[in-house]
């Protein structure tokens, strides 16, 4: 039984201080507790994965789990985090200002005597970034203490330089980082690492046995008033994405000073636009005083201040345009800028409750665009905060417009930057736009290309299934969703030679029939499947996918590794595909190979009938017969075509555990 004392309270204080609703409060301190006893369980050191949502509050479960801990006798604690001076001074200042009972050490004190802060039962939590100087400081440290106590790891942003890098190439030695973050781990003190992130595919990826993949995993769900990717990209037909074709978009990675098209310049006069349309009906419902729009367009640092220069030159025109100001020299766009913004008012209609009128909008707006407004770059060459200063403030960057960084008031996103090998976490983490950001759901909107909007409901159906999967399995043995074409991650952190891929779009069945001993199945799925066999059946029928699950349940006994391997793939899917289809042939004369197998058994006119984009189950009645190597017994064998959208991965090495 947990203790909940003073280190809980401060932590509901702080929260409630944070704007958190009770209820949520309840809820992140729930999972705290879930966290604390599954480190409890057993002896030895536990890996864990706290897996939240971008931009959801991941800290304030840091600092709930922390204060459990510490009501429960533990009192000292690590927190990895990135190797970003902004972040880091934030992350210490969250923890200082929980006024949770123990010291916190930040980089800059890592010197200091721990061991007397532990001998006078103080507790600590130590800051690190993940940088190779602080890291080895640490493990100096922490090699230097005699206090028997049992420390807690955390490690923010767990995917982000935490795993070897090296472990695809020839050399043994693992990246430096993650060298001596195994380091860490290996102290005797350690009785847990447990890992933060919104993005685990990396995680869920290494080998089993490794000290960097979950022993469990605690599922974290977003409070009151979250905007994700669920709100956002959950359909085709959400009002607040905007796509655009590829294009017509600027991409700063590839774009130069002459290639503005008229095309490219209208998708960034339509952000512009809707971004001050949406400042102005905020403004006159008095319901926000400033508002931010962030521009990704890619890595290249030439190519943002290519688009803000781009952006200062366009928001002239339209304040030119706005307030009747002559400007013959560019009569077209300011004619395109009249046009369109009576398109874009009359867009909010469909998701702003109450709209102004158009007039009062228009009025405000020339008032908005001819104040003071603020450009920002945003890259690693600017070492400046990002600043609010001015009612409207534009963002223009790549990076690090990235993983941690909170966008105040973030209304309007132009997201252009494409890559050749999308990946799941790293577009994740692009996700800016994702956070409690309730109060200005309604005027928010995305511009993006169509192939990245695409990207990102692939996305979304994804990691929903992966969730499902985790919550349904309750194991972390489990195959990573991906939609087609995107990668989950970089190939550079996980054993690629381990991997093994179930592709959406082929066929997949058992290599070993169950042929002896089957009468009973047989008998049992003769009478189950008789509707399905006769007329009509040259045409895939649609069924509930829970009538594909209880197929596969039965024949769960004649086909154990097949059918446990597919299984939490589809329960996982069923969100996104409640419906499946299935074809049932019968008396299929079906040759024995030599070696007790069979080779691909699907017909060519069959494999033609599959319905693309959703699950498939062939369902085939083998004859049996004794001339083609059988018992002469009739048995069934299941024919298993995975959604053309989406592509399933795993490691090899957990196929024992998949399978148990």
Not at 28 to 53: D, H, M, P, S, Y
Not at 73 to 78: G, L
Request: aromatic share 8%.
């Amino acid at each position: 039984m947990l203790n909940e004392g003073s280190n809980v309270r401060y932590a509901r204080i702080f929260m409630k201080q944070s704007n958190v609703d009770k209820d949520d409060i309840d809820n992140v301190l729930l999972k705290a507790k879930e966290t604390v006893e599954k480190v409890n369980q057993n002896q030895g050191r536990k890996t864990g994965l706290i897996f939240g949502r971008v931009q959801s509050g991941k800290t304030n479960s840091i600092i709930s789990t922390m204060a459990l801990m510490m009501d429960n006798k533990y009192r000292a604690f690590i927190l990895l985090v990135s190797n970003d001076n902004s972040l880091n001074s934030q992350t210490v200042k969250r923890l200082k200002d929980s006024k949770l009972k123990f010291e916190v050490i930040d980089k800059t004190q890592l010197h200091v005597d721990v061991e007397s802060y532990l001998q006078n039962k103080r507790n600590v939590v130590i800051v690190c970034p993940k940088n190779v100087n602080y890291l080895t400081a640490l493990n100096k440290k922490l090699r230097e203490i005699k206090s028997d106590l049992n420390w807690i790891i955390f490690d923010d942003e767990a995917d982000q330089a935490s795993l070897n890098n090296n472990i695809n190439s020839q050399e043994e030695s693992p990246s430096r980082i993650n060298g001596l973050i195994d380091s860490l781990i290996d102290c005797s003190q350690i009785k847990a690492y447990i890992q933060v992130t919104a993005t685990p595919q990396a995680i869920l990826l290494q080998n089993v046995g490794s000290k960097f993949f979950p022993d469990f995993i605690t599922i974290l769900e977003p409070g009151t008033g979250y905007i994700g990717a669920n709100e956002l990209f959950g359909s085709e037909s959400s009002p607040y994405l905007k796509p655009i074709k590829d294009d017509h978009m600027f991409n700063g990675d590839v774009h130069r000073d002459k290639d503005l098209t008229i095309e490219t310049a209208n998708s960034i006069i339509d952000s512009l636009l809707s971004f001050i349309i949406a400042a102005s009906i905020k403004t006159i419902k008095e319901e926000e005083s400033t508002f931010t729009y962030m521009a990704h367009v890619g890595r290249e640092k030439e190519g943002h201040h290519l688009f803000k220069k781009y952006v200062k030159q366009l928001l002239s025109i339209i304040n030119n345009s706005l307030n009747n100001i002559n400007i013959s020299e560019y009569s077209k766009l300011k004619e395109l800028v009249d046009e369109r913004f009576g398109i874009i008012y009359n867009d909010f209609k469909q998701s702003v409750i109450d709209i102004p009128p158009y007039e009062d909008v228009y009025a405000e707006a020339s008032e908005l665009i001819n104040d003071d407004f603020f450009v920002q770059v945003v890259n690693s060459d600017e070492s400046k905060d990002i600043l609010y200063d001015a009612r409207i403030n534009f963002l223009v960057g790549g990076d690090r417009l990235s993983r941690g960084i909170t966008i105040k008031n973030l209304v309007t996103t132009y997201y252009s930057r494409c890559s050749s090998a999308p990946k799941m976490d790293t577009m994740g983490q692009h996700a800016r736009m994702f956070g409690y950001r309730e109060s200005v759901l309604d005027v928010m909107r995305i511009f993006i290309s169509e192939s990245l909007c695409d990207n990102f409901l692939k996305i979304t159906r994804a990691e929903n299934e992966l969730r499902k999967m985790i919550i349904d399995n309750k194991s972390t043995h489990i195959s990573i969703p991906v939609g087609k074409g995107i990668l989950p991650t970089k190939g550079t952190v996980y054993d690629t030679s381990q991997i093994f891929g179930l592709r959406g779009g082929i066929s997949y069945n058992p290599r070993y029939p169950k042929h002896k001993n089957v009468s009973s199945i047989t008998n049992e799925l003769n009478e189950k499947l008789i509707d399905y066999v006769g007329s009509g059946s040259n045409k895939p029928i649609k069924v509930e996918i829970n009538f594909i699950l209880g197929i596969l349940e039965i024949m769960k006994s004649s086909y154990e590794r097949f059918v446990e391997l597919i299984e939490p793939l589809i329960k996982g899917m069923k969100e996104t595909y409640p419906h499946g289809f299935v074809i049932v042939r019968v008396d299929r004369d079906i040759k024995m190979l030599e070696d007790g197998s069979i080779s691909t058994i699907l017909s060519e006119d069959d494999r033609k009938l599959a319905v693309e984009d959703h699950p498939t189950l062939y369902i085939y009645r083998i004859s049996g017969s004794f001339e083609k190597g059988w018992e002469g017994e009739n048995f069934w064998i299941p024919i298993f075509r995975f959604p053309n959208n989406y592509d399933y991965l795993l490691n090899i090495s957990h196929i024992e555990q998949i399978i148990s």
